[in-house]
């Protein structure tokens, strides 16, 4: 499994795809969240601006991340 590494308390999930690489732009996300696309822990999530603190899974289109965050050291093993 990827994983994503924040700096910040949080981020976005939207953003969190374009930085996982898994869409192109925010447009590309907004859309597939909204479709009901992705799950976050397994749960399907249509809020592009969900914030991920760190330690969730996020899965769209049969890829997954795992979000790490430096700020809290949530999601490291």
Same mark, same amino acid.
């Not at 499994?1 to 924040?6: D, G, H, L």
């Not at 447009?27 to 009901?36: L, P, W, Y």
């Given at each position: ?6 700096r $910040?308390? #949080?981020i =976005?999930l939207? &953003?969190? @795809? +374009? @930085?996982?690489g @898994?869409v192109?732009?925010g447009? $590309?996300? +907004? #859309?597939?969240? &909204?479709?009901?696309e992705?799950?976050v $822990?397994g749960?399907? $999530?249509? !809020? !592009?601006?969900? +914030?991920?603190?760190?330690g969730?899974v996020?899965e769209?289109n049969?890829?997954? #991340? =795992?979000?790490i965050s =430096?700020?809290?050291g949530d999601g490291?093993q």
């Open positions: 499994m990827e994983s994503i590494t924040i $910040d308390e #949080f =976005k939207g &953003q969190a @795809l +374009k @930085l996982a @898994l192109g732009s447009m $590309d996300a +907004k #859309f597939i969240v &909204q479709n009901g992705v799950t $822990d749960e399907v $999530d249509t !809020r !592009r601006g969900r +914030k991920l603190y760190g969730e996020v769209f049969g890829e997954s #991340f =795992k979000v =430096k700020a809290t490291e």
